[in-house]
């Protein structure tokens, strides 16, 4: 590196950003590996080695918690990534009304989390619920979306799709437009029908989309809580439990250590589920 | 000189980020109320003539927080005290932001709070102001004392009446069935056979609101202690546990038992509290174990239908037992780092006072009986709380759990509503719950776990 | 449901592949665009309809759950009530949260960008990949929630607007450096070095003439960031408590208790507060996909 390059771009343009990512990220992340070692007020702590992780890793709900998560992210993931693709070519393609579209399927992303999830924890009720007394109308004998133990985690799921569908669409548009014409031309001038456009040209080449999404929608799915609190607030009983609705009902009951102490196990699985994936989904990327 | 440019502009923008940081910091001093940044306000205080306002938190469900509006309105005519409200939600989340504010040094001048075990986990001797020897406590009740007592000291005046877990249940179709009050356990569930047969709800589940699950639980804790009158100390000493101790044990089947007999109403897991109490009053539902303090939210909503409305206790397995759990109110403390100590005690010495209590119920009708001698139960009391009365004039009361253990899971409205909807056994929920409570033990620090 | 929306999708391509040339390409994009203009509107409208209609009604009639057309209209009856409501929380709560939105967005902006430009333009340092993965694991870990209360409590900043806004930038920080990194890529080194031969320097190369050709990924950012901020819960409900410091998103959750069966005006707070949002995402949406186009997409 020239000394020209060292002076032009300074490492004291990272300073501003490093020092607030510093004190308010990296500190606390830091801070939180000593104590989750301590019974926390708070004010005062005493160090207690390992035991919140034996309390933590003995509590009921974690292995379904452990359970739940993975599936959340997995569902929640694997519809974005496919839904948002197709929703992707088909608002690239020659469709009509592709702007309005566009702008319905994005806007639940502007609304909050918070919001989406009352309403659709109304609009699920069982009998009277809008969904299951319209499915009445139509001679179906709705399920009970969030009571039902089987089910209420995939309704969950969906609302989360519903939601966020759009930022995957829109990252996948971004994408596809990307993609040079000619491929496509070039194809139609072979014959291949707009099937073989989709299969060959399209879904290679929104690879780096694809991956983007999959790596947002993964570690936001394995992060979530917001939605799931405020459908289910991991009930019933704790069939709808993810690692962080565990973590926050410690933090509500005052045990600070111990809820730090299930920060940390999130972190380290978080970390060991979504690296790997990252440096896989890099390496195998195909760029134009 | 380019070097030094970019260098410039780094330490400018940091600057930026310290200028933004203290002017924020400024503008938000007045709501932080720091122990620093009040101490204009305090000064103020000292000016007799001036009006002093006192901060008040209060959680936000049922009546109390307009009663204690309507006590307030004449304590800033007759003591030129004004109340600032500061809600709180109820719950585990209000427990949490009593305990963050705590911590933080941010509590309001007085507080109204949980009494029993909840009230011990919240530290009372650092943060409240020991009101042992106020004369405004003379006339409260042993019972509520030992309640706000801890090591040796009390902490609060009682905000309303007592109450008791029990099963408020339909009078009229009780009248129109020809049932009778059950006193065991198994004349209950007949009468559950009896009331579905006739196509009504015989229990109704409310567990959308997962804390109205507990009932079964913590209302037949009377039917435990009259069994095993040691079981609160064992428990709090590591020695006795739910799921080892049939007579506790049989709180947790009781739990169990209307659902798996199929007496509980369809959408049991969406209804919630409000709903709960119209079915109750309706009559379309005819069992709801609950607090009686639901009484009061029922002549919100249904005026005309409260003295439809009874109280029975959970019943035991044998008729000789039958009592009533009792809850205490509420109490009132006093934040012991606030700067307007003598004001708050002086609002305080006003509620309590016979006028205090006596607009205070005018607005939360009784639940049960006061906790202040001389305030009795008027003659306008609820048909319910006259049927409790006679528990307490035979003496067949027990104060809940809570009150008598510093020891109680976070988790028991989860277990709760896993048991009572099938998805766990009562001896596991049971187990859990052992779990859960050694967790809290250990979080506590409390000596033997 | 989204999966109706795949199949359908599956069809319509089965069926271009099958009839073929049976019907003329114009009609089977009309066909196709019918489909998708019902399913969209079961799917996303109904909802928002459901929503604002029945926050029109009163109490009875919103406690029913349906979709009818009001009997009567409370309009202005429910929203005054959910702006008035515990001595006007809502006010409140718009002002602390457009102020936290509008502080970490502008923050956020400056600082990731200057961060972004140097992490890109000195990719392969000694000290870059450091910096990179450092990024890298804050877009990955979730936050130390406790431990960033004892932080915050500590230098004073706790149930602070200032203290919050910093940690919304430094929470937010990862992903907008990674997309204005992305996005400095596309932006050809020729430009800088004609800058330093006219005598700029690190400074004026990125303020005057870089920062500008940023746009369409700050206006990304701004739209996603400030739908993030506007729209967060959790981190307002841990670090920013205390009723005087309420966002809407908490007036939303205190609501859902009060209101325990005033559907009505919980629908009511639930639409005032995603009116902000919807502003914004009308002026900058046709920006978004520009901005992604280089971010997320080569990122």
Known sequence: MTKLTIRTYSYLFLVPAFLIYFVFYLLPTALSLFFSMTRWTLTDWDYIGFDNYVTFFSETALSIGFRNTLIYAVVTCGLKVILGLLLGAFLTSTALFKNYLRSVIFFPTLLSTIAVGIAFSIMMHPSSGLINTSLAALGINGPDWLGNTKIALLSVALVDVWKGVGVATVIYIAGISGIPAEYYEALKIDGGSSMNAFRYITVPLSRPAMNSVIILAFIGGLRSFDLIWAMTKGGPGFTTDLIASIIYKQYQAGFYGLATAGNVILFVGVSLLAFPLYKYLTKSEVYL | MKRTNARTLALLTSMMIVVLLAGCGGNNSPTTNGPSGNTNANAATNEPTEKTTLTLMVGNTGTTLEALKAVATEAEKKLNIAIEYDIKPDGTEGDNLVKTRLATGDMADLLVYNTGSLLKAVNPVDNFLDVTNEPFMADVLDSFKSVVTVDGKVYGAPVGSSSAGAILYNKKVYGELGLTVPRTWDEFMANNEKIKAAGKTAVIASYKDTWTSQLFVLGDYYNVQAKVPNFADNYTNNKAKYATTPEALRSFEKTEEPFKAGYMNKDFLATTYDVALKMLAEGTGVHYPMLTSALDSILQNNPDKINDIGVFPIPSDSADVNGLTVWMPSGMYINKNSKKVEAAKKFVDYFVSKEGQAIFSSKVKAAGPYVIKGIELPDDAY??????????????????????????????????????????????????????ILKQAQQLNLPGW | MSRDISRMLVERVDRSRSENMGISKQARRVIVAVIALVLSTVIFWIPFYFVIINSFKNQAESALMNMSWPKSFHILENYKAVLTASDHMLVRAFYNSMLLTVLSIGVLIIVSAMAGFVL??????????????????????????????????????????????????ALHFPFAAILYKAFVATLPREIDESALIDGAGGGRLFFNILFPLLKPVTSTIIVLESINVFNDFVNPLYFFPGSNNATVQLTLYNFMSRFTTSWNLLFADIVLISIPMLILFIFFNKQIVAGMTAGAVKG
């Open chain 2, 383 to 436: 048909e319910g709380v006259k049927e409790m009365q006679k528990y307490f004039d035979e003496g067949k009361t027990a104060p809940a759990l809570e009150f008598v253990s510093p020891v109680k899971g976070p988790n028991l409205e989860n277990l709760t509503v896993a048991v009572g909807s099938g998805i766990t056994s009562a001896q596991k929920g049971a187990e859990d719950y052992d779990k859960d």
């Open chain 3, 120 to 169: 890109q333009r000195r990719d392969g340092g000694r000290f870059s990949s450091v910096f990179n993965f450092l990024v890298l694991a804050g877009l990955m870990i979730p936050p130390a929630i406790v431990p960033t209360i004892w932080v915050l409590d500590s230098i004073n900043l706790f149930k602070t607007l200032s203290g919050i806004t910093f940690v919304e930038v």
